[in-house]
DNA sequence: GTGGTCTAGACCACT
DNA sequence: GTGGTCTAGACCACA
């Protein structure tokens, strides 16, 4: 499966799936026009509630990642110029300067931060190329 | 004050408080041996449940960001070696993914989202520089 | 085609399909007498189960919108005094209500919206006129 | 209470909530600030399990009409600018001509239409002008 | 077959 | 006390 979820975390399961897909669609996993489990299949995978996939398919189709066919299922949707941009590079700059104060405590230093950064950053452009 | 508190935010007001305090120790706003408002002091300040605070300086107590002194009050700590390194690298690994999966929905390219990573980080230890 | 149809809606397919021929029929684009593709023939066309566009037959019938001939097809069927005028009356306060309500939202001041009313109204009208 | 909602009518008993609430912040029934009654407290009163109330309240903050301060209950939320205009005007446009098409059915001609919504519109803004 | 909705009942974190 | 989440099981409309 291109996602796991932990029942003993403490995000909510439905959230990981969100962010499990939202993830497998940005890798390049999971490509437009592809047919995700439906409720029931998945629930059975995962042997978790049919009415918490439900709810995170329904997020998902909120945020515009999947759209669902009446009747036939649900699919990654076509990738759609997105809203509240202002909103969303907000919430990046926020993630960075958590990580910041994170590497504060780690005693990281400037030249190691980016040097991750930059690793991470690469490698995720290189594993999308490839898709 | 040093941080400020959203009660509409979906995060929990303690968390708020948590992550406001580490952050200002961070960015040395707060230094080592400074001492804190009592809790019912910033209960009044903030108009916040006095136990939503003391939940919070315990909580920051458990991470050794500050000590308290019975009756003398709760103060910065010095900072101690941390534990759990491996954990809160592995953590920040894990915000950095979640970086590029919201740079992949915002489609930032590779070299924007390096520039802003470095002016980020640059920035941040400029601004702790003088301090 | 006289109309189309988004599988992606959240609105059924089937609503779809009677709501576009309803309208085609008040618009004067499909006019008394004149012939519906059969169910097989627009099944093809617009690639839809054609279970969908029998209902949506049934529908239009029940509503008397159309008749169908047995074997020689459907066709729009002349104007019947109408079943149902006050509850048809309502549906139309309600709609209007509604729509109140969303320009409350939209903060539409009052002259605003009859003029768009206004506009809407006349247009209609205006275009039927040359049927 | 400040709206109905009917278990036996096709639109789920959520939208009912949904569009009543918002119908009644729109009236000024509910003012900003205001606290609505908890989930539990509802559910009691209309006799509708608490998940229901609780999906529609989500729905109602998701949309920016009223917000949750975590233990301490929802209210009414300010005014904010809306998201989503053009969207919305199309839910307008669109909403009008459905009207048209039931008023051709209806047989109402131009001007007893428009004076209907005259009428329904220098009601709703005298009702809300007292308040 | 699909997803959408609802109920009943439970547990949890937060204030 | 508040809302948030999850499970279990059920019914429905739609394609």
Known sequence: ???????????????????????????????TGEKLPSVRELAAQVTINPNTIAKAYQELEREGIIETLRGRGTFVAAHKPQKNLEEKE??????????????????????TLLALMEKTVQNWYRNREGV
Chains 1, 2, 3, 4 share one sequence.
Request: charged content about 30%; hydrophobic content about 45%.
């Open 90 to 111: 907000k919430a990046i700059k926020s993630m960075l300067e958590k990580i910041m104060v994170e590497a504060y405590y780690l005693q990281l230093d400037e030249k």
């Open 1 to 31: 499966m291109w996602f796991d979820v932990d029942p003993r975390s403490s995000v909510a399961i439905y959230r990981q799936l969100v962010d499990g897909v939202k993830e497998a669609v940005a890798r390049g996993i999971l490509e």
